[in-house]
């Protein structure tokens, strides 16, 4: 496989890659490589200069530096007496890494001395073709610009002082444009009136090249014609994206190089520097600038938290991060190289930040996409909290080898818990992380995760070990394996593996509830064949691992098929399944199930009628038994059915909206005639949820071992509120009952047969309320005993990202009743508070309870949460979590953001980029 084939199937960047900078640095540990730092350094590598398109080639340092091409040239003056011409000075601006500024061949420029002022270039000459003689440049001399009395004071020095705001655009001065001129051609006087010019270069085939189109404007200019030019007063140089502007300027039109001093302002797209003085080749884009001030500005992908609500735009998925700081001096070392000497960073507003980075050295490469620090500090509220002696880290929001955040933590099942992960980028679609982790009451436990991508596979691996746990004394473990692999010509696999050491794993290493509460976990391989056409098949392997409860059965193996036609206007479907099962203590035997059926759907835009019929087949070959009967099993039971139902529709208003109202009444009768299915063992049979999906279905069973004998009618209705002009389903309303007329017969084995001919009625009410408040409500209503079997409301009030309140309620009669209270809500200033109360009411035990804080700086946030968890083993584990984050780079502690998500409906950070617009969009209203 080629380099290009993989890099389309690149892994997806890691969440919280992109910001490692200063938490690798609260590591402290030498010479590491940081994974995923400072994504809002990611400079333009035209900084200095236009794009690509714009940029003349950069001669190699083998190349001798070739005279410019014959330009037109155009130039205004506004007095035939033009100032002392700008001369560079005898010694450099900064010294460069050769002693000298760099020509576009990488060679020190040469320096000499002219030996008079040179005359102002007449006004719209046009140069001759041939290519000029050489031509000494200006010697420093007395007439050498100095720096105006009146210029500022140069920034302090990155090391002794926190980033200064960059200058914003500067406004040229302004002037009248050209200058008439008298009929020798010498330039007219006139009173405040500016000087213009404008090179136009020719390119190889002689044509004009707009792309290096150059103007400048100041109060006054001269020079030599293709030789230098000089101007002073309020210059303003531009050509395509670059601004530049200065007090005074030297242009050597030879070397295509640019000497400016005093107030140099330099903009590129959105990136701006400010500085003392500068130098700078417009072509290969070589230069330095003094005491330089910074601003940039870059768009970083992002995955928003931002809570989904219905009727309003989407949160974005890219921010704009703005980073500013100075230097003692930023040079341009070539194409795509810069290197910046004591400089400070942070994405806070200026002139007094929350926080920064202080850098002794700062390289910046994009041809590798690859930046380098040497001693970082990092900088919060005046005192440095953290140091690292060298750093490096991707440019463009890449993956790279290096250390992650660490993780600090604690919990009442594994004391104080440290994690220090580091990250190996091996190439373009694999990687690996190791995740070493520290628990003070359980020991050192080494974790690992690689993933991989190529053209036709995908898949992670994850494994932890835990060498002799302090408080069982024993070694523990877990590995995961997923992998799904496309072997090409409709042939697909997969595999979705986990195992661990022991049945509390989960409970006693794991907060998250999500996992705590897993009772088995699966263990299975697959091969399936779909081309998309009327054949697929799937031949599965699976066993379980069960942590508590009863062990499901296995398949050793599963192969279905099945084969669907449509041909007028008919469907016919044949699925079929052969199922080997195992068990450790229970009955095993083998089945095969196929179910012919036929369908002849007719829909239009007011009505559909489905009839369908089928035969259920299924074959038992019972290998082992643990009760008397027949080891070879047959059945055949048919069904029929027919759905049906109307749509009308109405237009009608609310509050004055427009508003679409539907009414859909359905039909759906079911016959399965009863079949003795008592001697037929259970493998992986249960009873269905009873909800809106099952009422409509054919077998109130989950599995094949049992078929519903049935003859009943589902009537139900359900009405859609629907806005006409935005078209969002805001309310939604249905209700369904189901009657049987025959009693049921089929059981399996410990079921409590159904009594009565009428069925519990299901009803649902959801959707937008208010403008800013929504309502679920479920709920399963028994007529013949006047009680109410389950119901689930729940409110939600959310005016704005991260402001929000719920409350839930949830009961099912003799097996759970629940209180869900959860929020997040601004308390005062930038204090935000956040939290959760979920109470199990049948056993009035505390399920889980969350508390926290949440403040929002300037440019960062302080998260403090605390958890209660009841795991599965019914032991409480207590966790704290504290984390600093500062926008647009790191965080440092223990991440609560995953946990406030899962647990509080609607949770939003703060300092989402979506966060504090006052309106999310216009949308339709009840």
């Known amino acids: 496989m080629t380099q290009n084939s993989l890099s389309h199937h690149e892994l997806p960047i890691r969440g919280l890659r992109p910001r490692m900078l200063v938490l690798a640095v609260l590591a402290a540990l030498p010479g590491a490589i940081y994974a995923q730092t400072l994504p809002a350094l990611q400079v333009d590598p035209r900084l200095l200069g236009g794009s690509a398109a714009v940029r003349e080639p950069q001669a190699t340092q083998s190349q001798p530096v070739e005279p410019p091409t014959p330009q ?90 926190a980033p200064v705001a960059a200058p914003g655009p ?85 070397a295509n190089e640019v000497t400016v001093e005093g107030n140099v302002h330099f903009e590129h797209v959105n990136d701006t520097i400010d500085g003392t003085r500068a130098k700078l080749n417009l072509d290969t884009w070589n230069g330095e ?43 341009v070392e070539g194409e795509n190289h810069y290197r910046l000497t004591h400089s400070t960073y942070t ?45 490096e880290f991707p440019l463009s929001g890449g993956r790279q080898s290096g250390f992650l955040p660490p993780t600090i933590g604690g919990g009442t099942n594994t004391g104080v818990d440290i994690t ?196 259920h087949y299924t074959s038992y070959n019972i290998t082992r038994s643990t009760t008397d009967g027949d080891s070879k099993i047959t059945t055949e039971i048919p069904t029929f059915s027919l759905d ?89 309303t249905a209700l369904a009952q189901r009657y049987y007329f025959s009693d049921q017969r089929v059981t399996l084995p410990g079921e409590t047969v159904r009594s009565g001919r009428v069925a519990d009625v299901l009803g649902d009410v959801s959707g937008r309320l208010f403008k800013d408040v929504w309502s679920d409500n479920a709920v399963e209503y028994q007529p013949s005993d006047g009680r109410w079997q389950r119901a689930t409301t729940q409110l939600r009030y959310q005016p704005d990202s991260s402001k929000v309140a719920s409350i839930a309620y949830r009961y099912e009669l003799g097996v759970y009743r629940d209180l869900d209270i959860s929020a997040q809500w601004p308390l005062w200033g930038r204090l935000y508070g956040v939290g959760r109360y979920d109470l199990n009411l049948r056993d009035h035990r505390l399920s889980e309870a969350i508390a926290g804080l949440e403040f929002k700086g300037d440019c960062w946030v302080l998260r403090t949460v605390w958890q209660s968890l009841l795991t599965s083993s019914q032991t409480r584990n207590t966790s704290f979590y504290v984390q600093l984050e500062f926008n647009g780079l790191a965080s440092l502690g223990n991440n609560p953001v995953n946990l406030l998500k899962r647990s509080v409906n609607g949770y939003g950070k703060i300092n989402d980029p979506s966060m504090g617009d006052p309106k999310f969009g216009d949308s339709s209203e009840p």
């Open 72 to 161: 037109n040239v155009s130039v205004t003056v506004p007095s035939p007496v033009a100032p002392p011409p700008v001369a560079p000075s005898s010694e450099p601006i900064a010294a460069s890494p050769v002693g000298g500024v760099r020509t576009d061949a990488g060679v020190p420029a040469a320096q000499t001395t002219p030996a008079a002022a040179p005359t102002p270039v007449a006004a719209s000459t046009e140069v001759s073709s041939a290519a000029p003689a050489p031509v000494e440049k200006p010697q420093a001399n007395d007439s050498a610009p100095t720096r105006p009395e009146s210029q500022p004071e140069a920034p302090k020095p990155a090391s002794d002082a």
């Open 170 to 254: 500067r406004e040229p001065a302004s002037g009248s444009g050209s200058v008439p001129a008298t009929a020798d051609g010498a330039a007219q006087p006139q009173e405040d009136s500016r000087a213009n010019m404008t090179v136009v270069p020719r390119g190889a085939d002689g044509n004009p090249d707009a792309t290096r189109v150059t103007h400048v404007n100041a109060d006054s200019i001269g020079g030599r014609d293709q030789v230098d030019m000089t101007a002073y007063g309020a210059v303003h140089l531009t050509r395509k994206n670059l601004v530049l502007d200065s007090d005074q300027l030297y242009w050597d039109q030879v």
């Open 289 to 331: 600038f003094d005491k330089p001030v910074y601003s940039l500005q870059r768009q970083r992908r992002i995955k928003s938290d931002t809570w989904p609500l219905p009727g309003r735009p989407p949160a974005p998925t890219t921010e704009l991060v703005k980073g500013s700081g100075h230097a003692d001096v930023a040079y």
């Open 347 to 391: 994405t806070c507003p200026a002139p007094d930040p929350s926080w920064y980075l202080r850098i002794n050295t700062l390289k910046l490469d994009f041809d590798r996409d690859k930046g380098t620090a040497t001693g970082s500090t990092m900088v919060f509220k005046d005192v440095p909290i953290a140091y690292m002696p060298w750093a």
């Open 420 to 615: 220090v992960p580091y990250y190996f980028n091996i190439a373009p679609n694999y990687d690996l992380t190791l995740a070493p982790r520290y628990m003070s009451d359980r020991g050192t436990q080494i974790g690992a995760e690689g993933r991989y991508l190529t053209q036709n596979a995908n898949g992670i691996m994850r494994g932890e070990y835990l060498n002799d746990d302090q408080l069982t004394r024993d070694s523990r473990y877990a590995v995961v394996w997923k992998h799904v692999q496309n072997f090409g010509n409709g042939f697909s696999g997969g595999v979705d593996a986990t195992q661990v050491s022991d049945k509390t794993y989960f409970a006693d290493l794991s907060s998250k509830i999500g996992i705590t509460s897993q009772s088995t976990l699966a263990q299975q391989a697959n091969l399936a064949y779909n081309s998309g056409s009327w054949f697929s098949s799937n031949v599965l392997v699976q066993r379980y691992q069960v942590l508590s409860g009863d062990a499901p059965y296995n398949r050793m193996p599963q192969v279905s098929l099945n084969a669907a036609k449509s041909l007028y206007g008919f469907d016919a479907n044949l699925p079929v399944e052969f199922t080997d099962f195992k068990h450790p203590s229970s009955d095993e035997g083998r089945r095969t199930a196929i179910y012919p059926q036929i369908s002849y759907p007719i829909e239009t835009s007011s009505f559909f009628l489905t009839p369908k019929m089928g035969v």
């Open 644 to 732: 049906s139902g109307l749509i009308f529709e109405r237009d009608t208003s609310i509050g004055g909206k427009a508003q679409v109202q539907t009414l859909e009444p359905r039909i759906y009768y079911v016959r399965t005639p009863y079949k003795d299915q008592s001697q037929i063992p259970v493998y992986d049979t249960a009873v269905a949820d009873f909800n809106f999906a099952q009422i409509f279905s054919e077998n109130r069973y989950v599995g094949k071992d049992r078929v519903a004998d049935a003859n009943q009618l589902t009537a139900g209705v359900q009405s859609k509120m629907i806005s006409a002009d935005s078209g969002e389903e805001w309310l939604r």
